[in-house]
């Protein structure tokens, strides 16, 4: 690498090779000349005088590319298709004069585009089921322990570590369940010529719109889309991007919920994230332990979000049939996009693979709060021993304003469940007291319901795509 020059972090510290290979040059390029072979193979089944000689030589050149002579031809035309028609009819020099025969330059380009994002999302449903999975897995083992549930950041009632995990994995559903309709829905721009009138086509196979219309519909299906746009201007609709864009924006939101939480617990070290042996937290604090994982996640969530009011401008302001001022963005937004949630889901279930949980922090925690929570119980348990309920409401109010007071001010423990203790109007003892104190009586249905989650929707989506689970979690640095 070149390090006089500035050079993507994405693709040098990030994202992973499969993704980096979606968007290259040389799946571009190959897919153009795939394109253009399908094309000539379609149009000679479809009576045009194209020889099997043109299109055997089409075929054993699809990734023989000379990318220094498409580099000058481009300087030359200024024009990026036309330098590589013509550097594909070097290579193929008899197939030279029906090499983009009645195409446009969005016959390659777009057609592509939906191509690159078809595989794109493939690898990315890919690594949101294994972060599913991660999930699945964390949520599972952790669905009976307590922990202190927050509103606002300030403790509420009880909850459990693994059902707050379903709630970072329900929205990861939402996500799966665009990503599949995306995939379901996504069409190919297909052969519909200059403004999308197939005026060129109606020359070609003179007049003959079954014809054109099968060339199309061929053509598609020969590039794996049973889906196409019936109708276009000279592109496909560029909804498609900021529609694509909003997906990969969604993932990116569902991230970075993951690490605010997951950093602020470990802020109060009751869930770390992995930290490696020979791994440093800081520069000039030796026993940092800084959640490096998460705040490389949540930085990367930031710029995907931010992607996508680019292409949702984009396709806001395209003019009539055509605009080239989407050209240059379409090169950064979507490849971008994709590359760095590639990215965030590698980091994710990396984390996912070595998340250390405390439960004797996370009890102390509880401890120090749950006292407060438990009052209602312990009037409730005052007044059957005869007590009346808004005389020991009273009393247990004062305790209260004290032993919050004893916390904050002070500095000191928690010493509520003494003062209940050592006032006889209580009438209760040290041991039935901390049964009525023991966390699992707080946690409400949090076990039931992560089970019935897991059972009636997160299992069916694993099992169904069960061959997709298994990946590369190696991070770059």
Do not use: C
Request: aromatic share 8%; hydrophobic share 40%.
């Amino acid at each position: 690498m070149n390090k006089e020059i500035y050079s993507n972090p994405l693709a040098e510290r990030y994202s992973s090779k499969e993704m980096l290979e979606i968007f290259s040059p040389k799946f571009k390029f190959s897919t153009w000349r795939k394109l253009w072979y399908v094309l000539a193979e379609t149009e000679k089944e479809l009576g045009l005088d194209i020889t099997e000689e043109q299109l055997a030589e089409m075929k054993a050149n699809i990734d023989n590319i000379d990318y220094e002579l498409a580099d000058e031809m481009e300087k030359k035309f200024r024009h990026d298709v036309m330098a590589h028609v013509h550097t594909f009819g070097t290579a193929a020099p008899k197939a030279m004069p029906i090499i983009h025969l009645g195409a446009t330059s969005a016959y390659v380009g777009d057609n592509t585009d939906l191509i690159q994002i078809k595989e794109a999302l493939n690898i990315l449903k890919k690594k949101l089921i294994n972060v599913m999975d991660g999930l699945a897995k964390f949520s599972n083992e952790y669905k009976d322990l307590p922990t202190l549930g927050f509103t606002h950041f300030q403790a509420a009632q009880l909850t459990t570590v693994g059902k707050r995990a379903t709630l970072w994995l329900q929205s990861l559903i939402l996500d799966l369940e665009e990503l599949q309709f995306r995939q379901d829905t996504l069409r190919f721009r297909g052969v519909k010529g200059t403004t999308g009138t197939q005026a060129s086509f109606q020359e070609l196979f003179n007049g003959d719109y079954k014809k054109v219309k099968e060339l199309d519909e061929r053509v598609a299906e020969k590039m794996g889309f049973n889906k196409r746009f019936l109708v276009t201007g000279q592109t496909y609709d560029r909804k498609i991007d900021s529609e694509i864009s909003n997906l990969l924006s969604n993932i990116a939101q569902s991230a970075h919920k993951f690490t605010n939480d997951l950093r602020l617990l470990q802020h109060l070290k009751e869930i770390e994230e992995p930290f490696e042996k020979s791994q440093i937290g800081s520069s000039a604090m030796a026993y940092k332990r800084n959640p490096m994982r998460s705040e490389r996640i949540s930085s990367l969530a930031k710029f995907v979000i931010a992607l996508q009011q680019s292409t949702a401008m984009t396709a806001s302001t395209q003019w009539f049939e055509r605009t080239l001022d989407d050209s240059a963005n379409k090169r950064l937004a979507l490849p971008q996009g994709f590359l760095a949630v590639d990215a965030i889901l590698i980091i994710w279930k990396n984390i996912l693979e070595g998340l250390v949980v405390y439960p004797k922090m996370i009890e102390k925690h509880i401890m120090a709060e749950l006292p407060f929570m438990a009052t209602e119980y312990i009037i409730m348990e005052g007044v059957k021993k005869g007590g009346d309920r808004q005389e020991l409401h009273e009393l247990i109010r004062v305790h209260s304003m004290e032993a919050g007071k004893q916390v904050k001010v002070e500095g000191l423990e928690n010493d509520l469940i003494e003062r209940i203790i050592n006032d006889l109007s209580f009438d209760i003892d040290r041991e039935k007291l901390m049964e009525i104190l023991d966390p699992k009586n707080f946690i409400g249905f949090a076990p039931a319901q992560v089970v019935d989650f897991l059972e009636t929707e997160v299992n069916p989506i694993l099992e169904k795509n069960k061959e997709l689970l298994g990946m590369n979690t190696d991070l770059k640095v």
